[in-house]
Structure formats: structure tokens, C-alpha cells
């Protein structure tokens, strides 16, 4: 009869369930990691939208390859990246000319690439920069072509 007893009064502690106090702090846990989580998820899409200007700027590397070889030289600082769309009317006109994009890419921000010729860095090439993150072109989160790798 002592064990029916103890397994009713087992049986109805543990149909009580928790109680709010107990909730609240699961509750609360959760939140924190799911703060946590969201914080670092944030490092993680801006480590990949620099990663996918990179990426972008590769392509503009060889779509300006592309031109030089067709036209005979880069697009000047004028002409820019309007180049690989339009075929320029500006001096100095290439001898020959390819469309190399139907419209130019934006960069991951939603903004468009800077061109350069001759590049700031390095002045016997051309630079594509990416004003990075704060979308403010000369600070220390733009992205060039002449970075190192």
C-alpha cells in the first residue's frame, strides 16, 4: 500500500509541470543566445559581402582584359566602367570595341564600383574600389582591386 502512495505522489509532481519562474529563466537563456547568434552572424555577412566585392572585381579584372586586348588599351578615367556597356565616343575611341556587359554589376552594398585610370596605388594600372560598408569612399573599409591579396 506505501508504494501505490509513493507513486501517486511521484506521479502528481510530475504532472504539475514548471512553473512560471522556471520558464521565465529558459526564456531568458534563449534570448541570450539567440542575441548572441544574431551578433555574430552580422561579422559573418560582412566578412562575405567583402569576399563577394572581391569576387566582383576579379570579374571586372577580366572583362577589362578582355577590352584591352579588343581595343587596344584600358578605358580611360573618363570613359570609366561605362566602357564594358557603351561603346565610348570619347577620346581616345577604341579601334575596335566588344560589349562586355549588358549593365554594369553593383557592389554588395548596392552601390556602384569607382574606376580609376591610372589606379591611386599603383599608377601603372588601372584600380576598382568598392566603398565598402559605410558606402564613403576613402576610408579605411574600402575595397580595391589593388589590394593585396
Known sequence: MKVNNLKRARGVRAARGFSLLEMV??????????GAAIQFSGGIMDMGRDTAASAKMNEFTAKLEAYRVVAGMYPSQNQGLQALVEKPTSAPEPRRWRKQFKELPKDPWNEDFIYYYPGKQDPTTYEIVSKGSDMEEGTDDDISSQDPK
Open 25 to 34: 529563466i529558459v526564456l531568458g537563456i534563449i534570448a541570450l543566445i539567440l
